[in-house]
């Protein structure tokens, strides 16, 4: 929630996960994701400028600018006018420049039957922006179906939250230890696509298919899909060699059902998924295995509030909060860079998305994309909606051999796919 300053200028901290994100962001660099949502009509840019317009207000996560203070980076209340709301024109995720969106920072833009919200991850993770892209969706559909929704009420589905507590703060416990441990990884190298060029190629199946491979092999969804990922690597990169670095997958969890929260700013932690190819030759079974103990091990209560409760508590630390941000902006950068080595990719699960019953007859599918990090040249993410779920491959380097090597893994386990891509492997 905003707060009140003497002086009527409203302000916000950032989470504790949001610090990391402005130190490091830059060009190619850009620490900005999307989510969307594919509907079964062409986009009215219009409408949906006029649906953005209406929905922000209520949003405080996403109706603010960043500001530089003495000892850390805060959100001030923004009164511009909202941003405009355009026609694709460039890749995603690129970087948001403040200064030329009226110092917002999310930008939405449409491509044909497609609703585009990129959101620099300081403001709020997937749950967040989702929850934030569903509204506008809903609004833009009243305005161009007024005859079939004029029963429907124009305001904030009772389910969405609106919710801007800190959940880091409310939850942690003092005290913690650092619980993991860092390695460096193997890393995904290959030529480089153009600055500011991303290819993305998007697989769409059933989450029933999906669900039935996964029982097969008696594991969750989300071990399943981040032991073929591993998998993938192993024989597409590495081709099936023994290595000294692990194949190391950050797997993304969200914090709220664990904590009963429902806020709209970031509430996740990573946990890292380890497969280290100690002999030549791994089978399929013997690598989701080895995954499946390493996630099994780590996504607990107990461990994940192990997780961000050290974080939390070095933030808390009073002579840490004296610090001046410029000397905490260089430490936090050696951290950061020394972490991303230990790095080799991200899977993140955003699981099953639902919609408001009146909508979803309009409503085809939701997707996510994720920009790149350091050492990381390629990231997957997992969106359902329905029965069908959504697999999308990010990558800045040409070579797509892991992306074909892990949709035939699928294919092998008896999963139909669509594949759709933005054509950039085409070029």
């Given at each position: 929630?905003?707060?009140?300053?003497n002086?009527?200028?409203?302000?916000?901290?950032?989470?504790?996960?949001?610090?990391?994100?402005?130190?490091?962001?830059?060009?190619?660099?850009?620490?900005?994701y999307?989510?969307?949502?594919?509907?079964?009509?062409?986009i009215?840019?219009?409408?949906?400028?006029?649906?953005?317009?209406?929905?922000?207000p209520?949003?405080?996560?996403?109706?603010?600018?960043?500001?530089?203070?003495?000892f850390?980076?805060?959100?001030?209340e923004?009164?511009?006018?909202?941003?405009?709301?355009?026609e694709?024109?460039?890749?995603?995720?690129?970087?948001?420049?403040?200064?030329?969106?009226?110092?917002?920072?999310?930008?939405?833009?449409?491509?044909?039957?497609?609703?585009n919200?990129?959101?620099?991850?300081?403001?709020?993770?997937?749950n967040?922006a989702?929850?934030?892209l569903?509204?506008?969706?809903?609004?833009?559909?009243?305005?161009?179906?007024?005859?079939?929704?004029?029963?429907?009420?124009?305001?904030l589905?009772?389910?969405?939250?609106?919710d801007?507590?800190?959940?880091?703060?409310?939850?942690?416990?003092?005290?913690?230890?650092?619980?993991?441990k860092?390695?460096?990884a193997?890393?995904?190298?290959?030529e480089?696509?153009?600055v500011?060029?991303f290819?993305?190629?998007?697989?769409?199946?059933?989450?029933?298919?999906i669900?039935?491979?996964?029982?097969?092999?008696?594991?969750?969804?989300?071990?399943?899909?981040?032991?073929?990922?591993?998998?993938?690597?192993?024989?597409?990169?590495?081709?099936?060699?023994?290595?000294?670095?692990?194949i190391?997958?950050?797997?993304?969890?969200?914090?709220r059902?664990?904590?009963?929260s429902?806020t709209?700013?970031?509430?996740?932690?990573?946990?890292?998924?380890?497969f280290?190819?100690?002999?030549?030759?791994?089978?399929?079974?013997?690598?989701?295995?080895?995954?499946?103990?390493?996630?099994?091990?780590?996504?607990?209560k107990?461990?994940?509030?192990?997780?961000?409760?050290?974080?939390?508590?070095?933030?808390?630390?009073?002579?840490?909060?004296?610090?001046?941000?410029?000397?905490k902006?260089?430490?936090?950068?050696?951290v950061?860079?020394?972490?991303a080595?230990?790095n080799t990719?991200t899977?993140?699960?955003?699981?099953?998305?639902?919609a408001?019953?009146?909508?979803?007859?309009h409503?085809?599918?939701?997707?996510?994309?994720?920009?790149?990090?350091?050492?990381?040249?390629?990231?997957?993410?997992?969106?359902?909606?329905?029965?069908?779920?959504?697999?999308?491959?990010?990558?800045?380097?040409?070579?797509?051999?892991?992306?074909k090597?892990?949709?035939?893994?699928?294919?092998?386990?008896?999963?139909?796919?669509?594949?759709?891509?933005?054509?950039v492997?085409?070029?």
């Amino acid at each position: 929630m905003f707060k009140n300053r003497n002086y009527n200028l409203k302000w916000d901290k950032l989470d504790n996960t949001a610090q990391i994100f402005p130190v490091i962001a830059r060009e190619g660099m850009s620490n900005v994701y999307r989510v969307s949502v594919i509907l079964n009509e062409d986009i009215d840019g219009t409408a949906l400028q006029v649906a953005l317009e209406k929905v922000l207000p209520h949003f405080d996560v996403f109706r603010c600018c960043m500001k530089i203070g003495l000892f850390w980076y805060y959100f001030e209340e923004n009164k511009r006018p909202v941003p405009q709301v355009k026609e694709e024109y460039t890749y995603p995720c690129m970087y948001i420049n403040p200064y030329s969106n009226n110092h917002y920072l999310f930008r939405l833009n449409y491509y044909k039957n497609r609703i585009n919200l990129e959101v620099f991850h300081a403001l709020t993770d997937g749950n967040g922006a989702f929850s934030f892209l569903k509204e506008i969706t809903y609004q833009y559909l009243r305005l161009k179906h007024p005859e079939e929704y004029k029963d429907v009420k124009d305001s904030l589905g009772a389910e969405t939250s609106l919710d801007t507590s800190d959940s880091y703060l409310s939850n942690y416990k003092k005290k913690q230890k650092k619980t993991y441990k860092t390695k460096r990884a193997v890393c995904i190298k290959g030529e480089k696509l153009p600055v500011n060029q991303f290819a993305i190629i998007h697989g769409m199946m059933s989450l029933q298919d999906i669900k039935k491979a996964a029982k097969s092999y008696d594991v969750t969804i989300n071990q399943y899909l981040v032991g073929v990922y591993t998998w993938a690597i192993y024989t597409a990169y590495l081709n099936k060699r023994q290595s000294e670095k692990p194949i190391t997958a950050c797997v993304p969890v969200n914090l709220r059902p664990y904590f009963g929260s429902d806020t709209n700013k970031n509430f996740f932690v990573v946990v890292t998924s380890v497969f280290e190819p100690e002999k030549e030759n791994y089978t399929f079974e013997e690598v989701l295995g080895i995954v499946k103990e390493s996630l099994s091990k780590q996504i607990t209560k107990e461990n994940l509030e192990k997780l961000f409760s050290y974080n939390v508590s070095n933030e808390m630390n009073v002579l840490l909060r004296a610090i001046p941000l410029f000397l905490k902006k260089i430490a936090m950068k050696q951290v950061y860079n020394a972490s991303a080595k230990a790095n080799t990719t991200t899977l993140t699960n955003l699981g099953i998305i639902g919609a408001s019953e009146p909508y979803t007859d309009h409503i085809d599918r939701f997707e996510a994309v994720l920009s790149m990090s350091k050492g990381q040249n390629i990231k997957l993410t997992a969106v359902s909606f329905k029965d069908i779920i959504t697999l999308t491959f990010s990558a800045c380097i040409r070579d797509n051999n892991i992306q074909k090597a892990f949709f035939r893994k699928l294919s092998e386990d008896g999963i139909d796919i669509r594949i759709e891509t933005n054509g950039v492997y085409y070029d």
